[in-house]
């Protein structure tokens, strides 16, 4: 890969067009008129990815919702786009077409001197003190819903989901949600329809314009809670840390901004982790072995059923660890990642140029077998320190990578891990024979039909 000399971008805004024919040099197609390969992309992401990598090989040229773009496959294209050593790439530019009506200014969506300001204000909420008193709010909230799952067959993904909402207001907000729980809920859903939806103007009776209600909510919600937090000074959760936050030279940052970092990241929390535990509990339930194993493990850790699982303790369960990583491999809560080129680069024998989107699939990287044998399986052994030692850094990229690297994963592993603890220390995960629900890829990975499983007790 080589860049071309620097200089200023004359893309400042994802607005701004290439020159027609700037791609035809790039192997590819562009589908049907007007909505291109977005509704084949839809359908089936991957397959789609698949037929066209068979075509036309690691880099190829693809026109989907109304946008040109070029897709890069492998670990070499991650680490390039996501470590990002030369500033080429802009997250902004990269988002900003799919969620600038409803997250905008969202730690994603900055780049370069502004995300890192804004990384550092932020980065408060996950220093130690305040990830301990998360992880006692997660082990009281998470104990209490799962006792009452007790010999109980339900669809995992809804209840998981409005776990994960109550967890948040807990531990994000400080307070329980009020009677806005359910506006809240439906906000965010929205939100996250409205990112892939085909009409990109928030036109009545649309998805997007469901979500841009949905945001129009979310932003008077917050503001006066950030406004009640500044009165009051706060507490230790997550909200009063973002709210109170200070630039390096000591100045709040706006409140207008503390409420879009708010809803972002909230947002990011809510259904990312949603999605990752319910692939956790699937792949368990169809290995039986494994839940034996973590098990075993969680409760010599904690001593007994439902027993918490203290912060000093989250380092010793690394079975479980291994799982989850192993999960998040299989099914990544974010299938793909698109940035912007500010300038001119070359990969993979193709010069591509400036004002290009580009876009990586830590998806179908997680299953090359170039990197990981037997790609399908389950195997959370792939990721003892021996074997990932062995393998590309950027072969597994769920949390993304660099300066971009998700803010908040130290506390995505421990609310998985205090959920594991409460679960498979009380129960068995069991499923129907032969059951195989079907997933839905985009934006974020969702069993179609719920996710029915069992809590049987140990």
């Known amino acids: 890969m080589a860049t071309m000399p ?28 007007i909505v291109g ?73 900055l780049d370069f001197d502004h995300h890192r300001a804004d990384r550092r204000a932020l980065s408060i909420a996950f220093k130690p003190e305040p990830m301990r008193h998360y992880c006692g709010a997660l082990n009281s909230g998470i104990s209490a819903r799962v006792e009452q799952w007790r010999g109980q067959r339900l669809k995992f993904y809804p209840a998981i989901k409005q776990l994960t909402l109550d967890l948040a207001a807990d531990s994000f907000l400080g307070v329980p949600l009020g009677p806005e729980a359910d506006a809240i809920n439906k906000a965010f859903v929205d939100m996250v329809a409205a990112s892939i939806g085909v009409v990109r103007k928030p036109l009545p009776f649309t998805a997007m314009g469901r979500g841009v209600a949905g945001r129009k909510f979310l932003l008077e919600y917050f503001t006066r809670e950030t406004e009640k937090r500044r009165a ?67 409760l010599a850790v904690t001593g007994g059923e439902g027993r918490p699982l203290a912060y000093e303790n989250l380092g010793k369960v690394s079975l479980t660890e291994m799982a989850f990583k192993e999960s998040l491999r299989l099914i990544p809560p974010v299938p793909s990642l698109p940035r912007r080129a500010l300038r001119d680069f070359e990969f993979g024998g193709y010069r591509i140029p400036a004002g290009t989107g580009v876009g990586i699939s830590p998806a179908d990287v997680h299953m090359d077998p170039r990197h990981w044998p037997e790609p399908e399986k389950f195997d959370p052994m792939r ?11 950027y072969a597994w990229v769920p949390f993304g ?58």
């Open 401 to 458: 990578g660099g300066a971009h690297m998700c803010l908040g994963l130290h506390f995505a592993y421990m609310q998985v891990k205090v959920l594991m603890a409460q679960i498979l220390t009380r129960y068995r995960i069991e499923i129907a024979p032969g059951y195989e629900p079907r997933w839905q890829a985009w934006p974020i990975p969702k069993p179609r039909d719920g996710l029915t499983v069992t809590f049987t007790p140990r």
């Open 232 to 298: 009051t000074g706060g507490g230790q959760d997550m909200f009063s840390q973002f709210a109170t936050a200070t630039h390096e030279d000591g100045s709040l940052m706006p409140v207008d901004e503390v409420v879009d970092h708010m809803i972002f990241l909230m947002m990011a929390a809510h259904d990312t982790i949603t999605s990752s535990a319910s692939s956790l509990v699937w792949l368990l339930a169809k290995h039986p072995e494994w839940q034996d194993r973590l098990s075993a493990e969680l």
């Open 6 to 33: 620097q200089q200023a971008s004359p893309y400042t805004h994802w607005s701004q067009s290439q020159p027609p024919g700037a791609l035809d040099h790039i192997p590819g197609e562009n589908g049907l008129p």
């Open 37 to 109: 390969n977005t509704f084949s992309l839809l359908a089936d992401p991957i397959g789609f990815s698949n037929r066209m990598r068979a075509r036309y090989g690691d880099v190829f040229r693809n026109r989907a919702f109304g946008r040109n773009s070029v897709l890069l496959f492998g670990a070499e294209a991650n680490e390039l786009v996501l470590f990002d050593r030369d500033k080429l790439f802009s997250s902004e530019q990269g988002w900003g077409p799919v969620l600038d009506q409803l997250f905008p200014r969202g730690l994603m969506l």
């Open 383 to 393: 990721f003892t320190p021996e074997e990932v030692a062995k393998r590309h850094k």
